[in-house]
């Protein structure tokens, strides 16, 4: 048996371990449903299932604006954000949030943003860190540092989607300078920690570039835009001595060649629904990318599906190592303990080396 830490390491090494990584992402409510199926309340779901722990690394780099609930009744909650967003959730159940107005959408609204952001106090939770860290390594975890930058969480959080797509076309200076001061504050305070003395395996970061079928926008626009803000992420990463990790969901099969000209060690999602083929990319980059992810959430609540699915893409997968297993994004809600326990079984079983 293996480390965490060694397992993921001979993973972005492209070398065989004991078996693939496991990790993922339930969803408050698969949580509470395995709760009521047996898994004890207070358990480690992680610990329960005998899968992979990792470890990762925050830090605040908002324009800290008040958060303020402007509307709660029994089914909704109705907010500010701290990125000058405001939010509507529903109570009580998974879903994603109505996103209802935005602070920042113009050249003069961000100059004042960007003010905010990155100084001040409280970035940077010291003492969570004097308190976890010697745990993770006594642990043997895989530690991340958690970056927040790019297209994906400038648009979701900040701006909206339409708002930022469309300055992309009228506003390009302004867009480039967004994306490059979130960088830049995270390179900041990251620094700081690894300054510090406080060590990482790894930045990761969240870029959603695509959706069913194709991306957001043209690869050209990718060049122009994101790529070099990419590439120095990545530099800086391996200028110390660790790997670069990114999240994007949606189709970005056109967009691989490029990030992996930029250096980058290591993709998930593979969001198979979307589009994404993992075989595919195996057969191509499976000697200098790693592969998280890939294998259809949809399929999660089929026990036999599923279950066939694991025996027909993780061998493949696996091979020469280069791969993390998850679902293709998270595990919803209609997955039982029952079929949950079986894929983590049988993962062990068909990705063991």
């Known amino acids: 048996m293996m480390t965490v830490r060694k397992r993921f390491s001979r993973m972005y090494e492209?070398?065989?371990?004991?078996?693939?990584?496991?990790?993922?992402?339930?969803w408050e409510g698969t949580i509470r449903r395995w709760q009521k199926e047996g898994m004890?309340?207070?358990?480690?779901?992680?610990?329960?299932?005998?899968?992979?722990?990792?470890a990762g690394i925050g830090v605040d780099i908002s324009p800290q604006y008040t958060r303020t609930v402007l509307e709660e009744t029994e089914t909704h909650i109705t907010y500010k954000t701290e990125w000058g967003v405001t939010l509507r959730y529903e109570k009580g159940l998974d879903s994603t949030p109505e996103f209802l107005d935005?602070?920042?959408?113009?050249?003069?609204?961000?100059?004042?943003?960007?003010?905010?952001?990155?100084?001040?106090?409280n970035r940077i939770n010291w003492d969570l860190l004097k308190k976890n860290y010697p745990v993770w390594q006594s642990e043997g975890r895989w530690i991340i540092a958690e970056f927040w930058f790019g297209f994906?969480?400038?648009?979701?959080?900040?701006?909206?989607?339409?708002n930022l797509l469309i300055a992309m076309y009228e506003e390009p200076e302004m867009v480039k300078d967004m994306f490059n001061t979130y960088l830049d504050c995270c390179i900041?305070?990251?620094?700081?920690?690894?300054?510090a003395g406080y060590r990482f395996d790894c930045i990761r970061w969240p870029d959603d570039m695509g959706y069913k079928g194709t991306t957001f926008f043209s690869n050209?626009?990718?060049?122009?835009?994101?790529?070099?803000?990419?590439?120095?992420?990545?530099?800086?990463?391996?200028?110390?001595g660790i790997y670069a990790h990114?999240?994007?969901?949606?189709?970005?099969?056109?967009?691989?060649?490029?990030?992996?000209?930029i250096g980058l060690d290591g993709l998930n999602p593979l969001e198979v629904k979307a589009g994404m083929d993992p075989i595919k990319l195996k057969e191509e980059y499976g000697d200098k990318l790693t592969l998280h992810g890939g294998i259809n959430a949809v399929l999660w609540d089929d026990k036999e599906a599923i279950i066939e699915e694991?025996?027909?893409?993780?061998?493949?997968?696996?091979?020469?190592?280069?791969?993390?297993?998850?679902?293709?994004?998270?595990?919803?809600?209609?997955?039982?303990?029952?079929?949950?326990?079986?894929?983590i079984a049988e993962v062990k079983n068909v990705g063991s080396y």
């Open 246 to 261: 990114l999240h994007s969901c949606g189709n970005i099969m056109s967009r691989v060649e490029d990030l992996i000209e």
């Open 220 to 240: 050209d626009m990718y060049r122009e835009f994101l790529k070099p803000i990419h590439k120095r992420a990545i530099d800086w990463a391996h200028n110390r």
């Open 152 to 162: 994906d969480v400038t648009h979701s959080w900040m701006m909206g989607t339409e």
């Open 40 to 54: 004890p309340l207070d358990a480690d779901w992680r610990d329960f299932f005998g899968v992979d722990k990792t």
């Open 102 to 121: 935005y602070k920042v959408t113009n050249p003069k609204s961000w100059e004042e943003c960007k003010k905010r952001m990155c100084s001040g106090e």
């Open 14 to 26: 492209h070398k065989e371990a004991d078996r693939v990584p496991i990790i993922d992402s339930p």
């Open 188 to 195: 900041d305070l990251f620094g700081q920690i690894w300054d």
């Open 310 to 343: 694991i025996r027909r893409v993780v061998p493949v997968l696996k091979e020469k190592g280069g791969f993390i297993f998850s679902s293709d994004h998270s595990i919803p809600n209609s997955v039982s303990l029952e079929n949950f326990r079986a894929i």
